[in-house]
């Protein structure tokens, strides 16, 4: 098979590679990593926006009554939606904070995994509907335990096999 260097299609321009390699390099160092606060208040930020997402998707999709919930809201409502958003939010900002830090791929694919493989079981198992899709996090997110306990043990083994065929 023929393959042919510098066409791009009709009416588009060619891409100039050394640009966007100057830009990258500019803006991020090649073996540089974050801080371990830059990355947690990073990846803390994304889990929050991750979370109020799914409030929001709520609240206009999954037609959740405010009035209700307020009626009903107590100091153990509050104490399980607290629980629940830091779990949320732990299980989105553990593996993107031990990228950012550490460069661990393995906890990013396990998310990955989750991400993709809830929504996957709810089409296969035929739950998945506008409505149960939200009960279906709720398995997702009291499974965040797990998910840590994995995030760690991937990590740990990705760094212990990383550092072990450096030294």
């Not at 791009?8 to 801080?35: F, K, R």
């Not at 803390?44 to 929001?56: A, E, N, Q, R, Y």
């Not at 709520?58 to 037609?63: A, K, N, P, R, V």
């Not at 993709?116 to 506008?130: D, E």
């Amino acid at each position: 098979m023929e393959q042919v260097v510098g066409w791009t299609a009709p009416g588009v321009p060619e891409l100039n590679t050394a640009a966007v390699d100057t830009l990258l390099m500019a803006t991020v160092a090649p073996d540089s990593t974050p801080s371990v606060g830059r990355s947690l208040l990073l990846a803390t930020g994304i889990g929050i926006g991750v979370f109020l997402c799914f409030l929001v998707a709520g609240l206009l999709f999954g037609s959740w009554d405010v009035g209700e919930f307020l009626s009903e809201l107590s100091f153990a409502t509050v104490g399980w939606l607290l629980l629940l958003g830091g779990m949320t939010i732990a299980t989105f900002a553990i593996p993107i904070a031990l990228y950012l830090h550490s460069r661990l791929v393995a906890p990013l694919a396990l998310l990955g995994l989750v991400i993709v493989g809830w929504p996957a079981y709810g089409i296969v198992s035929g739950i998945l509907g506008s409505g149960t899709i939200f009960g279906l996090s709720l398995y997702a997110v009291g499974l965040a335990p797990l998910y840590v306990v994995l995030y760690l043990v991937l990590g740990g083994g990705e760094y212990f096999v990383r550092t072990r065929g450096q030294a």
